[in-house]
């Protein structure tokens, strides 16, 4: 460093501790002013993510209740088929015991089996043989039973036989059980 | 000529520091903390917003897999609801219990909630009541779901039984079956 008592030292406001000063500072204010942007960055992502959120959320609801009315369909649709098969087998025990119903002396020519009833067109040999071997039994079953006879050609017994179940008595029936 | 107090340099560093220093609490106060405050309640927020979306994720994948099972379990009648009735596929499948087997024409009765039925006329000759109760077998595990009505009339017509019934004929309604997907 050269010395003159003629050219004074430059001298600056920015010395090394003035420098040192501003570099700490200026530091400072950088990491002040990252975290600001960083919370400001974050702040952004999470109303991103919210708004992204709550559209999933409404097409998660779309889908749930799409899929709950397909459950829905399917239940009603398995109670339906159950019901059906039920209806079914219930039919062919009520034919099976129509069948098994008829005694061998009596002949039927026609039988009408109705929602909540049976008639019964034949020919019995008399009418002790239907009272005994046909009514007894009808009548344990339906709540109603008429019966007319009629001669055939060859001395035996045309019937018709007409039995009803009351639905009303069967519900009180069922109750009891 | 050096006085006594401070060198005016040092002057500017302390005025300088205590510039800065204000400036540094002003940006913290002002600014920073009620920023980092929003961002926890936002945090707490977003943390709440996450367990719901879970949640919801949760019962969407519950109610798919009971969708699934239900469907799988099921399959037989969904497809027998869902296959519209043929007179010829009928008639070929089931003739086999009969001596003759007449269909009439197939008429769209009632909407039954989801379901349209479709009656069917059924005349036929049978030997023995045993085919009948095979056809009653059969048609529990027939393409289609089918429910034999009342009245059933039975004629003695020989050594034949001439039978005369209706059927109902069941099928989703393809309307509720689109709006369900």
Known sequence: MRYSYINPRKKSAFTEDMQLLLIFFSITLLMLSLTYIFLLFKEYKFTEDKKNMAQKQVDLNISIYNMKKQITLIEKQNILAENIHTKNAVLKDS????????????????????????????????????????????????????????????GWLRFVSTNYIDKEEEEDELDAE | MRSSGLSRQNIYVLISSLVLLIMVLLFSFLVLIPKGKEYRIKRSEMIKVKKEAYRYEKFN????????????????????????????RFLKQHKKYFKTLNLSKRVVSEKDGVFLTYDVNTSSKISSPKSIYDFLDAINKSDWIIGVNFPIKFTREGDMIYSTFSMKVYETDKKDLNSSK
């Open chain 1, 95 to 154: 034919i099976t015991n129509l069948f098994d119903l008829v005694p061998q002396r009596i002949t039927l020519s026609e039988a009408t089996l109705l929602e909540n009833g049976l008639i019964l067109q034949g020919i019995t040999p008399n009418k002790d043989v239907y009272n005994f071997m046909l009514q007894a039994p009808l009548r344990s079953i339906f709540h109603r039973t008429y019966s007319s006879f009629y001669p055939a050609n060859n």
């Open chain 2, 61 to 88: 994948n519950d109610t798919l897999s009971l969708l699934k099972k239900l469907q799988g379990a099921n399959r037989y009648t969904i497809t027998a609801l869902s296959t519209p009735f043929s007179e010829d």
